[in-house]
RNA sequence: GGCGUGGUUGCCGAGUGGCUAGGCAGAGGUCUGCAAAAUCUCCCACACCGGUUCGAUUCCGGUCCACGCCUCCA
């Protein structure tokens, strides 16, 4: 709200309470979907590195326009329609290795919630019931309205786009709290106090965190898009409603943009997660790269970066190996992990400067590889270099430190492998060249490792 | 029209009033039977024009360009 970087204060020393916008669960999360879960998992980690005890609460929108929409089109109860997203979200979350929130409320789940949280508008007489019967929230009735997305009022674009049915509206500006029921909503409605219908969307985010998190809690989070008005509408039924602070920190995530286009469907950019893996990235590889970009920045997804966060992943997995193939004993390596571990926590408390902090990464993999080739590196310092990734690994969650790369090699490959070392020890260069093609005709390549090791690769 | 963000070396991408971020790609060297891996060196940029300053990519003003939001798209 104040475009700055500012101290975090949390309400509750120790701890922080996070509200994040969740899917529409209509159709499958695109990755532009998860650029903003991603940084919000990142932002929640970070959170858990300083200690904090953090509650997160994701809602999941499971009654809209095109929740309903869609349904009908399918010919299924909306509940039924929208299980099937839902539980396909959470696939594609666990995919990404995003921390699971604490809940995930769905709106249809808190109805009673929201019906009073308008009853509480209406009498304080901050929202009105129009000809249409819906029941609207009255702009004008709360001054500090805009000072999330620093709009005023005054200036913007004037009624152009109003669509026939808002007619009933005092204001233009003015927007739904409870959207009475009609005829292209099928079956969807619930009572209420001022007819059938069903809730306006702003509605539902201020009743869920306001029962999960408390009337003021600390962060929350969403794509640059709900910034206005979404964000700026829960503020104003919030405040109006409560008296007191809706929120201490907003932080909003810059869009992800496909070879320098916005995502779209009519351009062909348009992918889901799903999309990425049928190609054969990891979900590895997909988190890297939309963690490696600040934010606050507009992330270009191309799929050069993803193959080179893919060969980022791979060379990090064959450092961690020589990490665990180090000699017993050694010179001393001089390398002191916890500077590294300094360097790392400041970068990510200075506004989740995530690519400083992974510069730490290579730095340090730079600096063991040399110890290491100079002789100077024991395994205890190796060990002691693993436990401090194994520690990055718990913010940006896709190094997989421990997972062994042995898929199962055939064995007839590593029987080959073994010839190949026999071979050279022999200095049968022609038998050990031979060897090799034969053991690349099984997809793998072998590397010499000194001291008379190799390894294989897929 | 209003509000806002940004333009960094071939590409991606941090940062700073003077001190090589980092990654990828490229060139050369070391190592290795070869290859791969690893490592070293090189490639030293900050849209443009003014101003402030001993000194600006970094501060200020202006220009150009790109992008986002301005009612339900993360």
Not at 88 to 115: C, G, Q, R, W
Not at 418 to 437: C, G
Not at 445 to 450: G, R
Request: hydrophobic residues 40%.
């Amino acid at each position: 709200m104040s475009r700055r970087p500012e101290e975090f204060i949390p309400v509750q020393a120790g701890s922080a309470g996070m509200y994040t916008c969740g899917p529409t669960v209509y159709n499958f999360a695109h990755i532009g979907n998860f650029r903003a879960y991603t940084f919000e998992d990142l932002l929640h980690r970070v959170l858990a590195w300083f200690g904090y005890d953090v509650t997160q609460v994701m809602n999941l929108t499971d009654v809209d326009d095109k929740t309903i929409r869609d349904s009908r089109k399918a010919g299924l109860p909306l509940k039924e329609f929208t299980r099937k997203y839902i539980q396909a979200f959470f696939e594609d979350l666990k995919t990404l290795n995003i921390t699971p929130s604490a809940v995930y409320p769905a709106a249809t789940d808190h109805i009673p919630e929201m019906i009073a949280l308008i009853q509480t508008l209406m009498d304080k007489g901050f929202a009105y019931q129009a000809e249409d019967k819906s029941i609207y929230f009255s702009i004008d009735k709360f001054p500090e309205y805009g000072k999330l997305a620093h709009i005023d009022r005054e200036n913007q674009i004037s009624g152009v786009r109003i669509k026939n049915d808002e007619y009933a509206k005092d204001s233009v500006a003015d927007f739904a709290l409870w959207k009475a029921w009609d005829a292209a909503d099928g079956d969807v409605r619930w009572e209420s106090p001022w007819g059938p219908g069903r809730p306006g969307w702003h509605v539902e985010c201020s009743a869920m965190s306001m029962k999960y998190l408390g009337k003021t809690f600390d962060i929350h989070t969403g794509g640059v898009d709900n910034m206005f008005p979404h964000h700026e509408d829960e503020i104003a039924q919030s405040e109006s409603a409560n008296g007191c602070r809706y929120v201490n920190y907003w932080l909003h995530c810059a869009h992800l943009m496909v070879n320098g286009e916005k995502m779209s469907k009519s351009a062909g950019n348009f992918f889901t997660l799903r999309d990425l893996l049928a190609k054969g990235y990891s979900g590895r590889a997909i988190r890297w790269v939309l963690l490696s970009c600040h934010y606050r920045k507009k992330l270009n997804f191309t799929f050069e970066a993803l193959a080179q966060a893919e060969d980022t992943l791979k060379k990090f997995a064959e450092f961690f190996q020589r990490m665990r193939e180090l000699p017993e004993t050694a010179a001393e390596s001089g390398l002191d992990p916890a500077k590294y571990e300094d360097e790392f926590t400041a970068a990510l408390g200075d506004d989740l400067n995530v690519s400083a902090a992974l510069a730490v990464l290579f730095n340090l993999q730079r600096d063991a590889n040399k110890a290491a080739d100079s002789g100077a590196l024991p395994q205890s310092d190796g060990n002691a270099i693993l436990d401090l990734y194994r520690k990055f690994d718990r913010v940006l969650g896709c190094l997989a430190v421990d997972e062994k790369n042995e898929e199962a090699v055939p064995a007839e490959v590593v029987d080959l492998a073994e010839q190949r070392i026999a071979a050279r020890k022999n200095k049968d260069w022609a038998a050990s060249d031979r060897l090799r093609d034969e053991i690349k005709t099984f997809g793998y390549t072998v590397e010499d490792i000194p001291g008379g090791w190799y390894r294989l690769k897929k």
